[in-house]
């Protein structure tokens, strides 16, 4: 491992300094938080805020604290096969002589041991020993533990260079047991994962293989397919401009490579992320370095490229000139050979691989070709609909009045937090209002950019709805975090009323649903008139929670009816006499 750098802890604290600016938060370490869930979860600012179980965030939250053994946040995810449990545990420091120097303190590890065990074990003091919203998810963990063995991730998170000493290490995997895998998380970790991805053009010179290759035009789209040296097609992708232009080298001349490494700019539009531990990835490296790499141009599909422009002169073996190349299909391949390349480069002399090279003039063709050609490993949908036309619109129109929607994730992050509208937030927001599903706007909003895309972005989707949405859940999660406030000393209060740390996308959706019975149109210029129909959503919700408990009894549990669709059926199952009368109540008791 390289020797930890300035640079690398400035770039983390900048990035931290700038979280604690946006959430105004008295210290980074707080900030830390969201800057590393971020990056390891991809959850919402909501989601990362609700998921702290550290006493000390808790206290300067203005939330009464107590025990958090070790357990800094607790995300549970349910939606992974099979569940996955979360569980964080977080050190900054704040100057780089102590990140460079110091170990992770060996003090959390008997700490985290001891709440581990008696989660397994569930003893029965575990909830009254720590506080109220560890307490909580430790009541959700032990359901889960009903339906079979959820999966447990312990993350050790810090932007210190070194991880625990040796022998605490080897004590602490020793002991977690053997449903617990550890992950760390440090500061090479980190800065790999935020370094600025600012896109360069990539521009190379690539050679074919004879004269066996074939041109074909068709209106705004030409291609070429040719064979090519495996080395040419990591050569035209590293980080040196000099090498990718030379496309006439020597074998000796390959070595140069192992001095470089991948440019990832030029994967920016490649709709796949890279997967180490990829069978697929592991196979093709397996390929490249056995004595059948000869045949690696019959086992492999091969790759697709696009780029502005490419020209070759008309003759043998000619050199392709490329501009502003994309790794559209292929990803896998490049870097699975790559690696290879630097464990044994005296195997590639032989390898031969199809390139199909796209010369696109229309974005979202090139989008297309990067969606239709690739179907081996999973891909994140977000990715492959950020260049759709309806993100693109959605992104000018906010433009027009100097708000920021984030086609991509954090694509404005220099930008004041609350002009920034992120576009998988936006879903779930348009999902649970205008979609009327809020069940799958709170735990299935991987659809928002996948089947059911089409019906959330429709052609009716513009800058107002969204705004209108986004606005209304911004609201009512100001509201549940007072409430949160309220409640979180007072542990027989916390029970009756934390289903609000659970309930916002449906008390979202019946804001909608009332407005709608009472004809109000859903443009933002009503925005406030929509919202006094907040206190009636609620009494609603608590209405559907006392029809959920009087069928099921003491068995009831706010995380579990949130994570069902109850709560909506049940509203959909009111008569109008029935709400008429609900809504001229108030204070209801759940």
């Known amino acids: 491992m390289n020797p930890p750098t300035l640079q690398e802890f400035s770039l983390i604290r900048t990035k931290t300094d700038r979280k604690r600016q946006d959430y105004a938060f008295p210290d980074l370490t707080s900030a830390f938080y969201f800057v590393v869930i971020d990056l390891i979860l991809g959850l919402q600012e909501d989601e990362i805020r609700d998921s702290i179980t550290d006493s000390n965030f ?24 099979p569940s996955t449990v979360h569980m964080f545990n977080f050190k900054y420091a704040e100057n780089f002589d102590k990140a460079k120097s110091n170990n992770l303190p060996s003090g959390e590890i008997d700490k985290i041991l001891g709440f581990i065990n008696a989660l397994n074990q569930k003893d029965a003091a575990l909830p009254q020993e720590v506080n109220a919203v560890l307490s909580s998810k430790v009541q959700d963990i032990w359901r889960l533990f009903e339906n079979g063995d959820p999966k447990f991730i312990l993350h050790f998170c810090a932007n210190y260079y070194k991880g625990f000493e040796k022998a605490e290490r080897g ?7 053997r449903n617990v895998e550890i992950k760390y998380h440090l500061m090479p970790d980190l800065f790999e994962s935020i370094v600025s991805k600012d896109k360069q053009i990539v521009d190379g010179r690539i050679k074919a293989i004879n004269t066996g290759f074939f041109e074909k035009s068709d209106g705004n789209i030409r291609a070429l397919i040719v064979n090519v040296d495996a080395r040419d097609l990591i050569r035209i992708v590293i980080d040196n401009e000099e090498v990718r232009s030379k496309a006439d080298m020597t074998n000796d001349e390959y070595e140069v ?104 003039r229309d974005p979202a063709l090139s989008t297309r070709i990067a969606e239709y050609t690739n179907s081996q490993n999973p891909v994140k949908s977000r990715d492959i609909r950020s260049v759709d036309f309806i993100q693109l619109s959605l992104e000018k129109e906010f433009l027009v009045n100097e708000k920021f929607y984030e086609r991509k994730k954090n694509q404005y992050a220099e930008k004041p937090l609350n002009q920034r509208i992120d576009a998988e937030k936006a879903g779930q927001v348009l999902m649970a209002f ?58 027989l209060l916390f029970r009756n009323k934390s289903y609000i740390l659970h309930a916002s996308y449906y008390i979202l959706y019946v804001i909608g649903e009332l407005a709608r019975r009472n004809k109000i149109e859903l443009k933002y210029s009503n925005f406030q008139e929509i919202w006094s129909l907040y206190s009636d959503s609620v009494s609603v919700i608590e209405a559907t929670i006392a029809k959920e408990r009087s069928e099921v009894g003491q068995k009831y549990n706010h995380s579990t009816f949130f994570r069902s669709n109850k709560s909506k059926k049940y509203f959909e199952d009111l008569e109008e006499v029935e709400l008429l009368k609900l809504l001229s109540l108030s204070d209801m008791s759940v």
Do not use: M
């Not at 004590?171 to 047991?177: H, K, T």
């Open 257 to 360: 490579i192992k001095k470089s490494t991948l440019l990832e700019d030029a994967f920016n539009d490649n709709v796949r992320i890279y997967q180490k531990k990829s069978s697929i990835n592991k196979n093709i490296k397996s390929t490249a370095l056995s004595d059948e790499n000869s045949k690696f141009f019959y086992y492999n599909n091969g790759v697709t490229l696009t780029c502005d422009s490419f020209s070759y002169s008309d003759r043998r073996a000619p050199v392709i000139e490329l501009k502003n190349v994309q790794v559209v299909n292929g990803s896998q391949t490049i870097h699975s050979l790559y690696e290879a390349f630097l464990e044994d480069s005296s195997k590639f002399r032989d390898i031969e691989i199809l390139c199909r090279i796209c010369e696109v």
């Open 58 to 81: 808790l206290k300067i939250s203005n939330q009464p604290s107590g025990h958090d053994r070790g357990i800094d946040a607790l995300y549970i995810d349910e939606i992974s096969a």
């Open 434 to 491: 205008f979609n009327r599903s809020p069940y799958e706007a709170k735990n299935r909003k991987g659809l928002i950019f996948g089947d059911k895309y089409e019906e959330v972005f429709n052609e009716e989707v513009n800058a107002d709805k969204v705004w209108l949405a986004y606005n209304l859940f911004e609201k009512i999660e100001s509201e549940k975090n007072k409430i949160k406030l309220e409640i979180v000393g007072d542990q």
């Open 171 to 177: 004590r602490l995997e020793r002991s977690v047991g």
